[in-house]
């Protein structure tokens, strides 16, 4: 078991986003529908957040449906969804005690209409909390995000908003779903698997990546500490040499 305490508080990751995956192998393994890791998933998800809330992390993404995943079997579609609306009624409460704000990013109008509402419910009860941003990326995809700033931007520039030549990073960040949200520091990806799947593409520019092969059922606080554990080992030089960041320069 890791241990809370060995984290460096001032060299935090401060928005960790992670893959969750790996839970119809979980499942299978066990013998069991893939569903029945779906369910199990909720647990992780639950102490993962709860752990974010305590280690001082200040933005957490949870990758919860990519847009490719509406291509699965309609029935595992319809559990995934149930289960959305079933836990943010049950984690209401986790939410508020720990003054957690609740954000979604993604095509939400793809969703049920009752996942949708409740999904923005919690959000509207939510949004003065400020201790944790919670962001989950559901019925997500990070190049349909990018499309859909291309097309924000085009249209402020053919209504004269906007000139091309003020085009720079900051512009193209403002016009994407996590405008609010600082960069991604660290990813983390269960079950083994070493691919990104249209997860955050811009916003993972700089990120340092961990992968586990934990399927997602099994993943703990103490993982996430272990995670963030390995990240603080790294040196992050951004283009830099190992002696200039020694110097500070
Ligand atoms: C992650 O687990 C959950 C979602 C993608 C919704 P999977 O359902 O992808 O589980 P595996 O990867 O098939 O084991
Ligand atoms: C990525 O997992 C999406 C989520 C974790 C929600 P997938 O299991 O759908 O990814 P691929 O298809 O194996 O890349
Ligand atoms: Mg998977």
Redesign the pocket.
């Known amino acids: 078991m890791e241990d809370i305490s060995k984290i460096n508080k001032q060299r935090l990751p401060k928005h960790i986003a992670i ?4 839970n ?1 192998r979980w499942a299978k393994q066990k013998g069991k529908l893939r569903v029945f890791g779906h369910k199990n998933g909720v647990k992780a998800v639950r102490d993962v957040v709860e752990g974010s809330a305590e280690i001082g992390v200040k933005v957490l993404t949870l ?4 847009t ?2 509406w291509n699965r079997p309609k029935a595992e579609v319809d559990v995934l969804m149930n289960l959305l609306v079933s836990s943010l009624k049950k984690e209401l409460k986790l939410l508020q005690d720990n003054n957690i704000r609740l954000q979604a990013i993604g095509n939400l109008e793809k969703l049920p209409k009752k996942a949708k509402r409740e999904l923005e419910e919690v959000i509207q009860i939510t949004k003065n909390n400020t201790h944790l941003v919670l962001n989950l ?1 559901i019925s ?1 995809s990070a190049k349909e995000e990018i499309v859909n700033a291309f097309k924000k931007i085009s249209k402020k520039i053919v209504n004269n908003e906007l000139s091309i030549e003020e085009i720079d990073e900051n512009i193209i960040n403002n016009h994407l779903y996590t405008r609010n949200l600082p960069d991604v520091d660290l990813v983390i990806r269960t ?1 083994g ?1 070493k ?1 990104i ?3 955050l593409l811009w916003q993972i520019a700089y990120a340092e990546l961990y992968f586990t092969d934990l399927f ?1 059922p099994d993943f703990r606080k103490t993982h996430l500490i272990q995670a963030i554990l390995d990240y603080q080992q790294r040196e992050r030089r951004f283009g830099k040499t190992s002696d200039q960041l020694k110097n500070n320069e």
Request: charged share 20%.
């Open positions: 893959i969750m995956d790996g119809g990758y919860a449906f990519s490719e995943n990326a997500y079950s698997e691919r799947s249209n997860f997602w």
